[in-house]
């Protein structure tokens, strides 16, 4: 299977699904071919809205939109939407809104456009918000999944999406859980836990660490809320070197911080070892920013062999 970006995925699959849910419609702030719903706008002109940049009025049209019967997916950058925060918690939160955020360009990976354009603290944004279901998938299937859930989800959502293209990890015939992790391959020496763009280098990580002996449990995290914290704590008790997070994000407010609530309220004192994004972003390619912050899979094994000591 050819490597694919979920931003690719989402407009793929909404164009898709706007030929059975005529409820669904689409709006952009001037962004849609970087986002990619110009392939929802191509095939269903009356049901796409272009509001220029204009973030904070796109939010409160999609409010009323929901509240007339609409699915509306509103669509930009992940760091410009999460800007309007003010009017995400008021009109679509505190209004329980059926409305669907998707932040694209998410994390260093978008490369060389630097931190202006990277979305780091969407994620942390986004958890703080009492009923904000956030999603972040790690390969088109999940994407695809994750869109189709997001048909019948009440209230509020954010879906996180990549500018790079992402390998698959999980199988063929694979089925989206909401608020469910995956668990991708087996270990008990460690456990790594991975969202989104890091998903597929905690992977391959778990393969060079194995060749070694060192058995690596790595858990997909598609879910950051609702979080599992099943899955934290299981791993927390069974995995005896502790629980390593890796992710595209700031490590505050994000996946690791998820996995250190669900420890502490489940009284586990498993070790933690948070792996993210800890300052700004910098400008370079994907590769060399995911080889610069250790979220490749050369990072991320390194940083697991230390993490062990």
Do not use: W
Request: overall charge negative.
């Amino acid at each position: 299977m050819t490597a694919k970006a979920t931003r690719q995925v989402f407009g793929e699959t909404i164009a898709k699904l706007g030929e059975t849910h005529p409820e669904i419609v689409v709006l952009d702030a001037d962004l849609s071919k970087s986002t990619k719903s110009d392939l929802f706008a191509k095939k269903f002109p009356d049901r796409f809205f272009e509001m220029g940049i204009q973030e904070a009025n796109m939010i409160g049209v999609a409010a009323g939109m929901a509240g007339a019967g609409r699915i509306p997916f509103i669509c930009s950058f992940a760091c410009f939407i999460a800007g309007r925060f003010d009017q995400i918690r008021l009109s679509l939160a505190y209004g329980n809104a059926n409305v669907r955020i998707v932040g694209s360009h998410a994390g260093v990976g978008i490369g060389e456009d630097g931190y202006s354009q990277q979305g780091l603290e969407d994620i942390a944004c986004m958890r703080s918000l009492a009923n904000m279901a956030v999603i972040q998938p790690g390969d088109d299937l999940e994407c695809a999944g994750a869109i189709e859930y997001l048909l019948t989800h009440q209230g509020p959502a954010f879906l996180r999406t990549t500018r790079q293209s992402l390998e698959r990890v999980n199988a063929e015939g694979y089925q989206f859980q909401f608020g469910k992790a995956v668990q991708l391959r087996e270990g008990a020496d460690v456990a790594i836990f991975a969202t989104g763009g890091t998903v597929q280098g905690a992977v391959r990580a778990h393969e060079a660490l194995k060749a070694s002996g060192i058995h690596a449990r790595v858990v997909n995290v598609h879910t950051l809320k609702p979080f599992d914290a099943e899955a934290a704590i299981k791993a927390g008790r069974e995995c005896k070197g502790g629980i390593l997070t890796v992710e595209d994000h700031q490590i505050i407010g994000g996946l690791g911080s998820a996995v250190a609530e669900a420890l502490a309220e489940g009284g586990v004192g498993a070790r933690l070892h948070r792996v993210g994004i800890e300052g700004f972003g910098e400008s370079g390619t994907p590769e060399e920013l995911y080889r610069h912050f250790q979220l490749d899979a050369a990072g991320i094994e390194q940083r697991v062999r230390r993490f062990l000591g």
